[in-house]
């Protein structure tokens, strides 16, 4: 069994930015793809960018140029760095692992202002 454990979520007005962290109870080497997905109220959960073991990426439409994924297999972590934040980034931000089977942090709550 492996915990995702997120961190980093918070309130910030428009414009701002906030870093996401996600750190694993176990090595994330063989992990691949991992990830972040958000859920805001009323909506179903979408992707937001993830990330395979050789570091590619790939990234919703919606945070492109906004948002950037990286992951450090030493810490065993991955982060979203996310700037020029909109209202409607505002969701519960869930970190994602796949290692033969699919694994998903509690999730962090991001509130964007206006």
């Known amino acids: 069994q492996v915990q995702l454990v997120e961190s980093g979520g918070g309130l910030v007005q428009a414009g701002g930015s906030l870093r996401l962290s996600c750190t694993a109870s176990r090595s994330i080497f063989r992990f691949s793809p991992m990830g972040w997905y958000r859920q805001a109220p009323g909506k179903q959960r979408e992707l937001v960018a993830i990330i395979g073991s050789s570091s590619s990426t790939n990234y919703a439409d919606s945070v492109k140029g906004r948002f950037t994924i990286s992951r450090d297999s030493v810490k065993s972590t991955v982060y979203l760095q996310m700037s020029s934040l909109k209202p409607e980034d505002t969701a519960v931000y869930y970190c994602?692992?796949?290692?033969?089977?699919?694994?998903w942090g509690q999730g962090t709550q991001v509130t964007v202002s206006s």
């Open positions: 994602y692992a796949n290692s033969r089977e699919e694994y």
